[in-house]
Each structure stands twice: as structure tokens, then as C-alpha cells.
């Protein structure tokens, strides 16, 4: 039994393991083979030594409509002139109608045909080998083609025995009989009639404007059409197992039936964006041997009220006789979100949309990004701000669809009576005719419709859509692990030319935790435009960091600080990589920079080094650690001031110390903060209120002072280790003032005296260097005191060449320098 309470089922063999073709999907046993394709068709049905017999019905209908033919022509001339006799107007109708009989004895010989070959072997192999080369090229059609051709044969023939008939009535040749049939119509009826036809032709209008606008954003796909396959899905191979899965079922229905069971009729994939829900779709129309039906997102948004049902009605349609014709369909709904919720018209909480990691863009959070991803998404969506406390409702989405919910068309009340409803008999013979005769109509056939949709909001979905017997299967298709993101990034390398090793490429996918399927795609891409910028066809593992940085942080603002700024911000920066350093173990530093960007003047950022799914206390500690860090080092460096820049740090850590105390356990009390206050009995007691009052009463009383006194101790051990380990921080500082943007590996260079990729840390680590850069800093702090110039250029200690921006910044600040030691230059 698997861990969400269901049996899996026994190992399915893959794509590669089917015997007798390569990529077929097949059970594990023989007895059914895979589906052979198009071109092996017309072979498989020479395996029999006769013709497959056939129904009375089909050997008979063309005769029968031919001696109806006759019959109708013999009572036209003797309705002409009653004075006829039957034996003259059968005389006639012969002599007239001549090609009937030619009709008629070309048909009894083709059946004559059929039936020597259904019983003589020797016979159908002859005539088999005679047409070998037409049925080929009749398999190799594609079936969509072929079954489009075959319906404008069918209609031309109908309308050709019309104009048959009509012309025998109305005594002109068939071709004008056709045109004169509207008005000869039109005529005869009585002026009640005639009335009620100019208001069906206006309703007509209206119902082809309709039938119109219920067309299109439903693409129909046949088997080769498209060239994806499984083996084109990188990354998320149990999604793939279980999609293959309910593939197989869709293709031997009977082996779970036969069982007791059902077929499951519907799959859910969600997940973040990127990750590959739609491509896995569109692997599944090309490995399927169904027709595949992919459903636009916006194909149920419609200006008319009304169109979107006409849609729902005529898809369905669609795919019963698609299903009934060729065993089975596959209808795919991407960005199933669109569909809309009946909640969220009603204000119910089905149509409340979770918060996004994107929320804390908007207002400048970029500093969230040295926190570890779980403690980023707690501070995202539960943290106290002025407007919401960390039991506040989340946002109702604020779009509505047109022609959506409950309050509008009815069109997911139409898919949802489509998905399951009741299964009524099909057909107006079967259901008019059948039942005004005495008979009970015949039973619907078993649809085989599978119904996959693709969703990165599954909150937006409503709940009726979901349960089982629509929605029979809900997958997630999250980001890759660390196999899946190697697997990725080998996969697109492969399409380029590169010189990454093995271990690098274990290095990037260890580098890019929460990398997806199309973000890995577009950094190797990005990479190669960037090797190309330089004049190379080979992507470098530099390229590859320059890549990824710039996707990150975006591109660094043209902008500069003044020296005394400089200084201070690389000094914040320092701390905080310091600190992450000597007591953050369960991250490593991946990026520092002091490169202003849109929302922060400098970060440093830190990725998990392996999956892991659980968080501990000491874990979070360190985390607020490294939060204070940046408070305790500008007081430790710069004479007890700090700058605003630390109220981020300080929102953080003050979050992360509020769920430690109150909703994670890990304080000095046991009881859910969370749970007393929503019962009116914790944070001051009272019964809850909004979010303003939530907040005052959070931070006052008992659990308030034991938040206040949990980061007073955490700021003390900060403060502590930043005292400890002045000189460091002095050296990341200087390496981040000289390069501007350091990574992992060179920061840790720096504090462990050694060479970096960029940077020579063994520089860093001699009494020389602490000596000038204590000297340094001096200066650069009595210029922040006194909002004046720093008058000492910035000690150069680097072995290897600068970047030509930095060579040019160095060189400014030793002239300012200069300049401001000599006042004859000025």
C-alpha cells in the first residue's frame, strides 16, 4: 500500500520493453499485443485465410436502396397518367431508367464477390495481393483525412440521388430539380406554414450565428501528428510511470473491468509553472493510439452568454462518436483554472486563490532571498504585517470569467453533467422512433474518454470537478530532484555544443534547487547566447554562472555608490555571509553581490545542497542568525548606528521567531498559538478579531515577551560570532567591493584562505591584510560619521585580473584619492 492509502498496481513494462514494436505500449502478458501502426494495418489483416463475412444488413442496403429507387419511379409515371397499367409504367421505368439495372447488377457482382471470398482461401489471396498496394496507401492516410473524405463522399452521394428524385418529380433534369426545391417548397404550403418558415429562417440565423461562435479552440490530433514522446519528458518519471498507466487501462478497458472495476476517466496534473504538465500531455498524444482532443484555455470564453454550453454539448459530441469509432479519446484541458469556480462568484472559499511567492515582490522582499525556500514560503504566506496576521484570509481572486460560475452561462454546470451525467440513449431513431413503436431504446455505449487537465492553481478548480468519477486521479507534477534536474540539464546540453563535465553539470543541478523543466531549457539557452556574445560556439561552465545570475537577480542597475556606501553595504553583505557560513550548515552560500538591483542593494542567497523535507529547530536558529547578523554587524563595525536596510531582516526574523514560539513548538510553551486564538483564548484573550487587532494582541503579553526574548538571546550569539570573526568579514567585504558579485565557491574561498574560481582567498589571510583592511575601514567609518569623502583608495590584494569594470572603478577611487589627500589639485 502506497502512503496516500492506495495498492498500486504490478510494474508495467515501458515504451522500449513491448515486444514485437519498439515505443508501443503493451501489458506484461502476450495475449494482447501493442497497436500496430498505421502502415502495418492493411498487413494485419491479410493474417486471415477469408474474408471476414459479412451482415446481412451490409450485404443487402444497396440493393434494397436501388429496388426503392425503381419502386419510387415505377409509381411516378403511373401518378403522371393514371390511365398507365403497371406492366407499361414497369416498361417504361426500364427503358428510362436503364442504369438502374446497371446498378443493380454491378452490385449483385460485387456481392457475388464477397461471398466466394469468404469461403475460398485461395480466392481472397489472389484478389488480397491484387489490391495490396491500394489498402497500404489507404492505411498510411492519416484517419481524420480519411474519415473527412469519406463524409463529403457520403454527402455527395445523398445529394446526388436526390436530385435523382427530384428531377423524376418535377419533370426537369436533376441538377435544376436541386436549385428549384426551395421554392417549389415554398410554394405549396399553405400561408400559415409559409409564415412559420420566415420566423424558423430568422431563428435560423441566429442558430448558425451561434453554431458559429461555438467553434473552434478544440484542435483534434491522430496518431503520428505529433512527434513528442515519453522519452522527450525529462525529470518527472513516476508522473510518467502513472500516465502510461491509465493509458494501458484506456487501451484494454476489459482487464480491469472484467474485474469489477472501472476504467478511471479522469487525470489531474498539477504543479508549478515549467515543470512540464503540458508536455507530458503532448507526449501523450504522441504515444497514443487514440485520437487526441487538446482543448484550448480560452475556448469557453465567449462575449455571448450561451456559447460556452453550445461548446461543452458539441465537444462531447465530438469525442462520443470519436470514442465510439476508434475504441477510445483523449481530451486534454490545458490551464484548467480557466474553467472558473461556482464558488468564487458566490464569495465561498472554493474560489479563493492561495498566496503567491510572487506577493512579496511587488513590495520589495528580495532580501527574503537569503532565507532557506521553507522559511521564504512561511514568511510569504503567513507573515505579520500591518494588513494581514498569519490567520488572516487569504485574497479572493479578483477576475471574473465571462460566461462562467454559477452566475453566469452555466458552462462548468455543462462540463459537469458532461464528465457525469446521467448516460441517456443516443440517437433520434433510437430515442423518438424507437420508443413511439413500442420499443425500448438501446442502451448508450461505453465511452472510452479519458480526460486530462493541467492546472498550476488547483485551489481555482471547483470541488464537484474533483471528486471521483470526473477527476478520478490527481497527480503532482512538482519540481524535479536533483536525478530528474541532472537528467534535464543533460538533455538539453546534448542539443548544443559544450565542455561541462559530469561533475559540473551534478554542481548545476545541486545550484539550481527549485529549477524547472522550462527554466533549465532557458538558462543552457541563455548560456549559449552568452558564449556567443563573446564569440565562441562552446558553452563554458562560466557561461553557465553568468547565465544563471542573470536569470536570478535580472541585470544590475547602471548605478554606483559613493564609496562610504559602498563600503557599508559590502559590510551588511559580509555579516550576513559570514554568519551563514559558521553556523548555517544545512545551506550553502550560492551568491553574494553588492550589484544594486530593481528592489535591493545586495543579497546573499543560500540553496539547500540536497533534498530534504523536514526542518528542525536548530535549523530555523540559525536562520534568524543569520537575519540578525546584518543588525549586529553594523553596530559591531560602525560605533552601535545601523541603517534602515536591517527592517527587512528584522521583519524576518521576528516571523520565523513567532511561528518557532507559538505554532511550531519549538519554544518554551507547547500549545498552537494558532489554535487558542482562533477559540478567543490566546494573545490576550478576547474573542478574534481582525487582523490589526490579531497583530497587537500577538505581540503583547506573555507570548510577545517570550518572542522579544528569544531573539535578544539569538542577537547576543551574533553578536558574539561577528565579534569573532572581525578580520573575515573585513575580507569578504573587500572581495565584494573589488569584484562586486562573488559566488559560493569564492566566498568560501575567502574564509577559508584558499583559490576560488575568481578570487585567491589565500590573500585574504596574511597580517598584512588585516592591517590595511582594519586601516581602511577606520576611514571609511569616520567618513560615515561625518558625511564626508573617504580619502584612502581601496587596498588592492588580488592575483589575478580584475573585470574591466572593476579596473576602472579601482582606479577612480585611488585618484579621488589622491585628489582629496593633495588640495593643490583641486
Not at 452568454?305 to 470514442?323: D, Q
Amino acid at each position: 500500500m502506497t502512503d496516500d492509502g492506495t495498492h498500486p498496481l504490478p510494474m508495467l513494462p515501458g515504451p522500449d520493453e513491448a515486444e514485437g514494436q519498439p515505443g508501443a505500449l503493451a501489458w506484461p502478458d502476450h495475449d494482447r499485443g501493442p497497436v500496430p501502426p498505421p502502415e502495418h494495418q492493411a498487413a494485419d489483416r491479410d493474417e486471415r485465410p477469408t474474408r471476414k463475412p459479412m451482415a446481412l444488413w451490409d450485404r443487402s442496403k444497396f440493393l434494397l436502396l436501388i429496388g426503392l429507387l425503381f419502386a419510387f419511379f415505377v409509381w411516378s409515371a403511373m401518378a403522371g397518367n393514371p390511365l398507365v397499367p403497371l406492366q407499361d409504367a414497369l416498361n417504361l421505368t426500364l427503358e428510362a431508367k436503364w442504369w438502374l439495372l446497371a446498378l443493380a447488377g454491378v452490385e449483385l457482382l460485387r456481392q457475388t464477390h464477397y461471398l466466394i471470398s469468404e469461403r475460398s482461401a485461395a480466392y481472397h489471396r489472389s484478389w488480397t495481393g491484387l489490391f495490396r498496394r491500394f489498402d497500404l496507401r489507404a492505411a498510411r492516410m492519416n484517419d481524420w483525412n480519411r474519415f473527412r473524405v469519406a463524409r463529403v463522399v457520403k454527402l455527395l452521394v445523398f445529394l446526388g440521388l436526390l436530385s435523382v428524385v427530384l428531377g423524376a418529380l418535377f419533370d426537369v433534369d436533376p441538377a435544376t430539380a436541386l436549385f428549384e426545391l426551395p421554392a417549389r417548397a415554398f410554394a405549396v404550403l399553405p400561408l400559415i406554414l409559409q409564415l412559420a418558415f420566415g420566423f424558423f429562417f430568422v431563428m435560423f440565423q441566429f442558430i448558425g450565428l451561434f453554431w458559429f461562435l461555438s467553434k473552434g479552440g478544440i484542435d483534434t490530433y491522430f496518431p503520428d501528428d505529433i512527434k513528442t514522446r515519453f522519452s522527450d519528458v525529462w525529470g518527472q518519471d513516476p508522473v510518467v510511470e502513472r500516465v502510461k498507466e491509465n493509458m494501458l487501462f484506456l487501451e484494454a478497458p476489459e482487464r480491469i473491468e472484467e474485474r469489477g472495476g472501472y476504467v478511471p476517466g479522469g487525470i489531474l496534473l498539477w504543479g508549478p509553472p515549467g515543470t512540464g504538465k503540458t508536455l507530458m500531455a503532448e507526449a501523450v498524444a504522441g504515444e497514443t493510439g487514440k485520437p487526441f482532443v487538446f482543448v484550448d484555455p480560452g475556448a469557453f470564453i465567449n462575449m455571448f452568454m450561451g456559447v460556452g454550453i453550445l461548446k461543452v454539448k458539441s465537444l462531447f459530441r465530438k469525442l462520443r462518436k470519436l470514442a465510439v469509432r476508434y475504441g477510445g479519446v483523449i481530451v486534454f484541458f490545458d490551464e484548467a483554472d480557466s474553467l472558473g469556480n461556482r464558488g468564487s462568484l458566490a464569495g465561498a472559499p472554493g474560489g479563493q486563490a492561495g498566496a503567491s511567492a510572487w506577493s512579496g515582490v511587488a513590495d520589495g522582499r528580495e532580501h527574503l532571498r537569503w532565507l532557506s525556500p521553507s522559511v521564504r514560503s512561511e514568511v510569504l504566506g503567513r507573515g505579520i504585517a500591518p494588513s494581514a496576521g498569519p490567520e488572516a484570509p487569504v485574497q479572493v481572486r479578483d477576475r471574473m470569467m465571462m460566461g462562467m460560475g454559477g452566475g453566469g452561462s452555466g458552462t462548468l454546470q455543462a462540463l459537469l453533467t458532461e464528465l457525469s451525467g446521467l448516460k441517456k440513449p443516443r440517437g433520434f431513431l433510437n430515442r423518438v422512433v424507437r420508443r413511439w413503436l413500442g420499443f425500448t431504446p438501446k442502451p448508450p455505449p461505453k465511452y472510452r474518454i479519458l480526460v486530462m487537465m493541467a492546472t498550476n492553481m488547483p485551489e481555482a478548480l471547483d470541488e464537484a470537478m474533483l471528486r471521483p468519477g470526473r477527476i478520478d486521479r490527481i497527480y503532482k507534477v512538482g519540481y524535479p530532484s536533483k536525478i530528474g534536474r541532472m537528467r534535464t540539464y543533460r538533455g538539453y546540453l546534448d542539443k548544443v555544443s559544450h565542455e561541462l563535465t559530469d561533475d559540473q553539470i551534478e554542481k548545476l543541478a545541486t545550484i539550481t534547487p527549485y529549477a524547472t523543466g522550462a527554466s533549465i531549457k532557458d538558462l543552457v539557452n541563455e548560456a549559449l547566447i552568452t558564449a556567443i556574445r563573446d564569440g565562441r560556439e562552446v558553452i563554458t561552465w562560466p557561461d553557465v554562472l553568468r547565465s544563471k545570475q542573470l536569470k536570478e537577480l535580472g541585470p544590475p542597475e547602471d548605478v554606483e555608490y559613493i564609496e562610504r556606501e559602498r563600503h557599508a553595504v559590502a559590510v551588511h553583505e559580509a555579516c550576513h555571509a559570514v554568519a551563514a557560513y559558521r553556523v548555517r550548515h544545512h545551506l550553502t552560500i550560492d551568491l553574494a553581490t553588492i550589484e544594486k538591483g530593481s528592489t535591493y542593494l545586495g543579497m546573499v542567497s543560500s540553496i539547500k545542497p540536497e533534498d530534504q523535507f523536514t526542518h528542525w529547530r536548530s535549523e530555523y536558529e540559525a536562520d534568524i542568525m543569520v537575519a540578525l547578523a546584518s543588525l549586529a554587524g553594523e553596530r559591531l563595525f560602525f560605533e552601535g548606528d545601523n541603517s534602515s536596510g536591517v527592517s527587512g531582516d528584522l521583519e524576518n526574523a521576528t516571523t520565523v521567531a513567532t511561528l518557532m514560539e507559538g505554532y511550531w513548538g519549538m519554544g518554551h510553551t507547547v500549545a498552537s498559538h494558532g489554535v487558542t486564538h482562533r477559540i478567543g483564548i490566546g494573545g490576550g484573550g478576547g474573542k478574534p478579531g481582525g487582523p490589526e487587532d490579531h497583530e497587537r494582541d500577538l505581540l503583547k503579553g506573555s507570548l510577545g515577551e517570550r518572542i522579544e526574548e528569544n531573539l535578544t538571546e539569538l542577537l547576543d550569539r551574533t553578536e558574539a560570532l561577528l565579534a569573532d570573526n572581525q578580520v573575515p568579514v573585513l575580507a569578504v567585504a573587500h572581495a565584494l567591493e573589488t569584484y562586486k558579485t562573488l559566488s559560493g565557491e569564492d566566498v568560501i574561498a575567502v574564509l577559508e584562505g584558499r583559490q576560488g574560481p575568481v578570487v585567491d582567498g589565500r590573500v585574504y589571510h596574511t597580517a598584512e591584510f588585516a592591517e590595511q583592511a582594519r586601516r581602511y575601514h577606520e576611514v571609511a567609518s569616520a567618513a560615515h560619521r561625518g558625511h564626508s569623502a573617504v580619502d584612502t583608495p581601496l587596498p588592492v590584494f588580488h592575483s589575478g585580473p580584475l573585470p574591466a569594470g572593476r579596473r576602472i572603478l579601482v582606479e577612480a577611487d585611488r585618484t579621488n584619492a589622491e585628489r582629496t589627500a593633495d588640495p593643490s589639485d583641486a
